[in-house]
């Protein structure tokens, strides 16, 4: 097993070569002058290459076999087999002719490997017509613009550091998007800096040379203004310098080191390219120029491989430490098997833009950079909108207090949707990404398939359902933040409880009604004929409602009270028994909660009758029973005062009438029950009750009234004679002084809690100033079961 591994990982290296010695057949646009195919595709190859070619015994003999097989045209090729075209669909034929095409494909590739190694010494042999006396003296006049040019930078940088410190301060807290604009900011400095170089430079030249600038001095301000330019975007993406401004995923080493060598790389080859090349075959010939460019081509590659082998490890750790923290998403296992070959991939890639600069170093270098950079561009500005886009859906939407104040739930319910529209968005634009580099390396034309009336038709479609789907979104915030608003009792119109339960309804209806036909447009839009389904929903919601009989008469059951306007939310109701709070109502089903806390959920096809206590107003009815002895007058008189003095109190308040005397009620067993009434507010009929039953309780203590109660009378027995037998009583020493009596004087009498809290000490309301259903003690049969 351990033996098997590096000889696989070689395999898929030889493999990866392989493709880079084939890939520039597969190219548009490069020219190959010892291919077959190459030379019958070309549109006009260049005279120098021609004259290489003629130069070179080997190539004119292939080019001459090559024109003679272009030429030449089998008389069995036009004719086919009929035999070999059966033979080839069944599924023997089909894998001999895959097997020909690749032992064809094995062939030709080693050809394009002999044919980049005679490529590679053709290049080398111009080593020996350098001419360095005659480079000395062209380079020379470039050297006072260049010391210019690199002392304006310096002094360009040190003016600068000020700056970027207070936009990197600035950038410490910011959010993503204010990041976003520091860092373009900072960028178009960097950028101006650049110009401002590179003008100084042409400056410099003029001045030196008493005119116009040499050509030589304006190869290299060129050179420098573009690679400098490309510096300036690659550190815009790593921020080496200002980690607050960096927007990408990298740690402060990392984002230091691979700046270094990136920007080594470019500066060594643009400079050779763009200034050094040119320079040398000026001075001395195109044969030098091609040596100087492949030595310093050869050499990068030499380092690019190194820097890959080198940083193996550490890039594979970085892509598999999201699984080795144990995620195990898609995204996480991509990674972490990226993070096993991405040096193979990266070595191939390196070889593939060597070998297709050797066999083609004009048009197919200039396709294979144009497609670098666009790929490069291409994932570093997804990759920037990926990453605002993630910071934006990891801190979230922050709305303003005073919108917080006025709708609470506005913040959780927009957090609730723009994350996961911002994740949709992540993922169109990785599809844009991986689409784009599909079209800059002619893999996939999406532009093509997008101009077909197939593609016009998907992509019209889509945006039709994505514009359906934000502005139903968006409609429903509106609606459901205006119900929110005219709910909060602290902004606007304090709402009834009718408002309450109407607008509850209300925003339960609207976000079905609105789901329901959202999904129905989001269909339209995307070429589905709803025609069929909203027949066949008819037939299914026919069938659910003979199969669901119950859940119909709920809703039609629930629809009619909700007319009638029986019961809403935060009334005290007894439904089939239970007396409770209303704290959830819908069409279908009614939840109440009780004084015990229990909470019950009784669909409304069960409800027979509704007793609504909290409907505009209440009557407690007092039942006072006293002893048959005492005088009815004074019994009526105690009731009266005790009625004003709980006018007095923290209940009176809620007094509606006044005292209404009824008179004797009943001549019970042992009682006589005289009857009053008062008019009360909804819901407060039990506190009052409470309160005004303590008063009457302590004013026939003082008056001497008595409130009879059950006694029970011992018998002990008698004699012959009619006596009763001795009752022996033993007392029990009690200690000195006798037993104290504590009582508390005024002053440390028990406060009312209602006074502290709020809430009332008799039981209407709690401290939340929500009403307090009624217990099975405080419906008094005596008074018509609502006393």
Known sequence: MTLSRPFALLAALFALLLWASAAPAQMPSLSLGTSTEAAATADEPSLDELIRILENDDTRARLIESLKAAAYRAPAAEAADPVAEAAALTLPGRIAVYS????????????????????????????????????????????????VVFLILAIGRFAKTPMFRRLARGAEHAGPLRKLALLVAAGLADALSILLCWAGGYLAATIFNGGRPGINQALFLNAFLLIETIKVAVAAFVSPRYPELRLTPFSDRQARYWYFWISRLISILGYTFLFVAPIVQQASSEAAADAVRFVVVLLTLGLTIGLILRNRSVVRERLKRAKHRGDKSFGARVNAFLGQIWWLLAIGFAL??????????????????????????????????????????????????????RLPLLEKRVNSFIPNALTVIRVIVVLIVIAYIFE?????????????????????????????????????????????????????????????TLLSLFRNAFTIAMVVIVAMLVLSQLGINIAPLLAGAGVVGLAIGFGAQKFVQDIITGAFIQIQNAMNEGDIVEVNGISGVVEHLTVRSVGLRTVEGTWYLIPFSSVDQVANFSKDFAYYVADIGVAYRENVADVKQMMHDAFDELKLGSEGENLISEFDMWGVNELGDSAVVVRGRVMTKP????????????????????????????QTTVWFGEDRKGRAP??????????????????????????????????????????????????????????????
């Open 683 to 710: 819901g407060t009929q039990w506190g009052i009750g409470r309160a005004y039953r303590e008063i009457v309780k302590r004013m026939a203590d003082e008056r001497g009234i008595e409130i009879p109660f059950p």
């Open 352 to 405: 593939t833009v060597f070998v297709v600069w050797l066999r083609s170093p004009d048009t197919g270098l200039t396709f294979l950079a144009s497609a670098t950079l666009k790929s490069i561009a291409a994932m570093a500005i997804g990759g920037l909108i990926v990453s605002v886009l993630s910071r934006v859906i990891a801190s979230g939407i922050p709305i303003p207090q005073a919108a917080k104040d």
């Open 100 to 147: 020909s095409a690749l032992i064809g494909s094995l062939g030709e590739t080693w050809s394009h490997l002999q044919d980049s190694g005679l490529a590679s010494l053709d290049m080398l042999s111009g080593v020996g017509r350098i001419n360095i006396p005659r480079i000395f003296d062209a380079v020379a006049p470039v050297g006072l613009v260049a010391l």
């Open 726 to 787: 001795p009752v022996r009583v033993e007392a029990l020493d009690a200690p000195a002084g006798g037993r104290p009596v504590a009582s508390l004087p005024p002053a440390a009498a028990p406060s009312e809690p209602g006074a502290q809290d709020g809430a009332s000490q008799h039981g209407s309301v709690d401290a939340g100033g929500k009403p307090i259903p009624p217990g099975a003690s405080d419906i008094d049969s005596a008074g018509d079961g609502r006393g």
């Open 440 to 500: 800059a390396w002619s893999l996939l034309s999406v532009s093509s398939w997008l101009a077909t009336s197939l593609g016009q038709l998907f992509v019209g479609s889509l945006l039709g359902a994505a514009i359906v789907l934000v502005l139903g979104v968006g409609v429903y915030i509106a609606v459901s933040s205006w119900v929110e608003y005219r709910l909060n009792p602290h902004y606007g119109t304090v709402p009834t409880a009718r408002e309450r």
